[in-house]
C-alpha cells in the first residue's frame, strides 16, 4: 500500500528554518518523481518544488530558489525540502505528492506558519 507521511512544520520566525520530511512507503521514491506543493488561506495551489526519478533533475518556484532544497535519503525512502530564510508569504499547508502507477498519492500536508 503506497503511502506518504509528511512532517516537519510548525511556527517559525521570518528568516528561520524548517526541514519538511516526506516518509514514503508502498514504493520505492528512488524510482519516481516528487513533489512538494503548497497551499495558503484563499490562494490556489502552487508548486514548490519536484524533483526527477533518479533524482537527477529538481525544479523550485522562482520563489523559493537558493532558499529551499530538495534532498532525498533512500535507505529512510524518504524526501526532504530543506527550508532557509523563511519568508511570510511561505505561510502555506505544504504536501508532498508522488504519481506512482499513474495514480497520485499526498502526504497529509503539514502546517508551516512563518511569523514573528
Known amino acids: 500500500q503506497v503511502q506518504l507521511v509528511d512532517s516537519g512544520g510548525g511556527l517559525v520566525q521570518p528568516g528561520g528554518s524548517l526541514r519538511l520530511s516526506c516518509a514514503a512507503s508502498?514504493?520505492?521514491?528512488?524510482?519516481?518523481?516528487m513533489n512538494w506543493y503548497r497551499q495558503a488561506p484563499g490562494r490556489e495551489r502552487e508548486f514548490v518544488a519536484s524533483?526527477?526519478?533518479?533524482?537527477?533533475?529538481?525544479k523550485y518556484r522562482d520563489s523559493v530558489k537558493g532558499r529551499f532544497t530538495l534532498s532525498r535519503d533512500n535507505a529512510q525512502n524518504t524526501l526532504y525540502l530543506q527550508m532557509n530564510s523563511l519568508k511570510s508569504e511561505d505561510t502555506a499547508v505544504y504536501y508532498c505528492i508522488a504519481v506512482v502507477m499513474y495514480k497520485d498519492y499526498w502526504g497529509q500536508g503539514p502546517q508551516v506558519t512563518v511569523s514573528s
Open positions: 524533483i526527477s526519478s533518479g533524482g537527477v533533475i529538481k
Open positions: 508502498g514504493f520505492t521514491c528512488l524510482n519516481y518523481g
